[in-house]
């Protein structure tokens, strides 16, 4: 569920609320609100958007039979 | 000779063999130390006195009677406490898991067992490997044997403090983020993170599945080898653990540093996240150490600091989000301030984030691999800074994210924390070494050469 750098904080809360974090935003707003600050932060700084195609790593691999 | 508690694990295997020392009178003289030292340290969430007293009467028999085991028998050890050892709790040092003991012994404490190792007991910890130095938490933060209004690095903050203090002579850390090589850092001593796989994962409570290691801490680079050969090994349970034969990691440790192409990855610390000039005066001199040594630097081009770590990040997010994510809905309040605020971070991303980070991450594990090409062994920072009051919560946050470590957790390479200097305030600087997957011999005998040219790891804190 990402969150834009901008969004405020009733809209974070909102979004916490649905995913499951009632108990936080009801307890620890701040520390709901700062996460996804920091999410925002971290998705900024990745590098520009590859290949969409490009093969994430690790690759899938089948289990070899013993 | 030595005090008994400054030993390494190397001298203490020659002290026994000359019968200069026992087992017994080690762990007493250790288990002395920790009660007159570690209500200021907190280095120690549990300390195992009757059982490392057994072990130590067990092991004393066995070498007196011609049946040593190998180079760690009857050497004591601290473990994080974040490690499985059966009966024990393994706490996390977390509210969360106060009541969890342990079924059965980690990978990496049956490998222990069997080379005769005595566990000393279960070292502190940042909650969960992650969040910070936290005072709202059932166990106290350690402090740092430098000076104790400091922090000791994390998250294998017991680690550290237990090493640079004396406490022990060998210790297991984990690193998801650079949790071995932080507490190496800033308490002075050797934190090896080995290649991602070399070392079983199992019976270790994760913090991110594919960034975890599991590691040796130590006083010197023989030491890690010692204990790096004691737990490496494939083991079928774990499914990141990689079939690789393992040869003697300290074979190379005499070798010298002539010849060695160093890679001085100078952009992360002089442009990407700059440095200290203490940091930076310090991993100059390195450089000039290593060269008069024989050994060939030259300056190395990886992808930007901020990419390698916010890659590194985002994975770490999402994992920890997954393993974390019924307790934080659940019991939020169990956890603490800094904790929390770091493990909620994973839900506010999407899966595509996710997938994404796992694609640039295949990009920049390739290109670490290309500049082993030019280099055998690559020089970077480790933090940025030395380590701040653990009060000071403003600067802890600014500094820990300074660091040059998370890359290699993220590309899996094996890389080493050594101490490099001592700030004005006496506090230490330490630099990286990393070198290719699955070499750690050179890595380590890279690392021996500059430690025996600069004997800055016989420095002890005023503790």
């Known amino acids: ?66 | 000779m030595t005090e008994a508690h400054w030993l390494t694990a190397g001298e203490i295997g020659s002290a026994y063999a000359a019968r200069r020392l026992s087992p017994v009178e080690l762990v007493q003289a250790l288990l002395n130390r920790i009660s007159a030292l570690d209500p200021q340290l907190n280095a120690f969430i549990r300390v195992d006195i009757e059982a490392a007293l057994d072990a130590a009467r067990d092991a004393e028999k066995d070498i007196v009677a011609g049946r040593a085991r190998g180079p760690l028998h009857g050497v004591p050890i601290g473990i994080k406490d974040i490690i499985d050892v059966a009966g024990l709790p393994t706490t996390c040092h977390s509210k969360i898991l106060l009541d969890n003991i342990a079924a059965e012994d980690a990978a990496v404490i049956s490998r222990l067992r069997a080379a005769g190792a005595i566990l000393l007991g279960k070292l502190s910890l940042h909650e969960f490997a992650t969040g910070g130095p936290s005072f709202d938490l059932p166990f106290p933060p350690a402090r740092n044997p430098w000076n104790i209004a400091h922090h000791p690095g994390g998250s294998s903050s017991g680690s550290g403090a237990a090493l640079a203090a004396g406490l022990v002579p060998l210790a297991l850390g984990t690193d998801t983020g650079g949790s071995i090589r932080n507490p190496a850092a800033i308490c002075g001593i050797v934190g090896l993170k080995p290649t991602y796989g070399l070392v079983s994962r199992r019976g270790v409570f994760p913090l991110a599945f594919t960034l975890d290691h599991i590691g040796p801490m130590t006083r010197c680079v023989g030491d890690a080898a010692l204990l790096l050969d004691a737990i490496a090994g494939h083991d079928a349970r774990d499914p990141g653990s990689v079939p690789v034969s393992c040869s003697r990691f300290g074979a190379d440790l005499e070798r010298g540093a002539r010849g060695l192409r160093i890679g001085f990855v100078r952009h992360f610390h002089e442009t990407d996240l700059p440095a200290d000039p203490e940091v930076a005066r310090a991993l100059d001199d390195v450089s000039r150490v290593l060269t008069q040594e024989g050994a060939e630097v030259r300056t190395i081009t990886l992808p930007p600091l901020r990419e390698l770590s916010a890659v590194q990040r985002l994975i770490m997010q999402a994992e920890s989000w997954a393993i974390h994510a019924s307790w934080l809905r659940e019991r939020p309040g169990d956890y603490a301030r800094a904790t929390r605020r770091k493990l909620m971070i994973g839900a506010f991303h999407s899966a595509a984030d996710y997938v994404h980070a796992q694609q640039h991450r295949l990009q920049m594990i390739a290109a670490v691999d290309d500049a082993f090409r030019d280099a055998d062994v690559l020089l970077t920072a480790n933090a940025m800074d030395p380590a701040c009051r653990i009060d000071d919560e403003d600067t802890l946050a600014r500094t820990y994210a300074r660091q040059a470590r998370s890359p290699f957790n993220l590309t899996g390479h094996p890389a080493i924390a050594l101490m490099c200097g001592l700030t004005k305030t006496g506090l230490p600087l330490s630099a990286q070494l990393v070198g290719r997957a699955h070499d750690e011999v050179t890595l380590l005998r890279a690392a021996a050469a500059y430690e025996r040219a600069s004997e800055w790891h016989r420095h002890r804190p005023p503790i």
């Open chain 1, 1 to 66: 569920m990402p969150v834009k750098a901008n969004e405020s904080g009733p809209d974070v809360l909102a979004l916490a609320r649905k995913i499951g974090l009632e108990k936080a935003v009801h307890e620890f707003p701040d520390d709901v609100i700062a996460a996804a600050q920091a999410a925002a932060r971290t998705r900024s700084d990745l590098p520009a958007t590859n290949n969409p195609a490009d093969e994430p790593w690790p690759p899938m691999r089948v289990r070899t039979p013993s």
